[in-house]
């Protein structure tokens, strides 16, 4: 009973300081949560209309340490992946959008990627977190965090590169 006063005080205090530092409000079934989860329904069909329109044309990306600037530059790479993997799917998905008392919007995305290699015939499973930062109602950053080993094989066997990610 005492370590539950002490985690009830501990909750209720971190509650009350919260807009203090700087947090303001968490949802997730806002607007901005549902387009994520959109746009990643459009990316397992190879549909990328939406994410056109979201993304902003100078978007900054960031998957694990590599950088990829455009939008142009993200669709073609998932042209890419849709050719060097099939069946690829998305599943176990949260998002939330936060949105600071400082007026900045980021979304968080966890979900497990699926899709086979094209050219290994080896199905992957990636548990993998994204963060995409929102600016007038474009994503303008984002950050995504995922293992990317037998990622990066696959397009060693597809195309005889090094590194994807």
């Given at each position: ?43 397992t ?46 599943s176990d ?73």
């Amino acid at each position: 009973m005492k370590n539950f006063l002490i985690l009830f005080t501990a909750f209720i205090f971190c509650s009350c300081t919260n807009n203090e530092m700087g947090y303001g409000s968490i949802q997730n079934e806002d607007e901005l949560s549902k387009l994520t989860i959109q746009i990643a329904q459009d990316y397992t069909k190879a549909e990328f209309e939406n994410a056109s329109k979201v993304y902003s044309d100078s978007v900054s990306l960031l998957f694990n340490s590599n950088e990829v600037i455009g939008k142009e530059n993200l669709i073609n790479g998932w042209v890419e992946e849709h050719r060097v993997f099939s069946n690829i799917s998305i599943s176990d998905e949260y998002v939330h959008t936060n949105t600071f008392a400082d007026g900045r919007v980021w979304t968080n995305y966890w979900f497990v990627w699926k899709g086979t290699g094209n050219f290994t015939g080896k199905e992957l499973e990636i548990r993998a977190h994204f963060d995409y930062k929102w600016e007038n109602g474009k994503i303008v950053r984002a950050q995504g965090y995922f293992s990317d080993e037998d990622f990066n094989k696959e397009y060693a066997a597809a195309d005889g590169l090094q590194k994807r990610y």
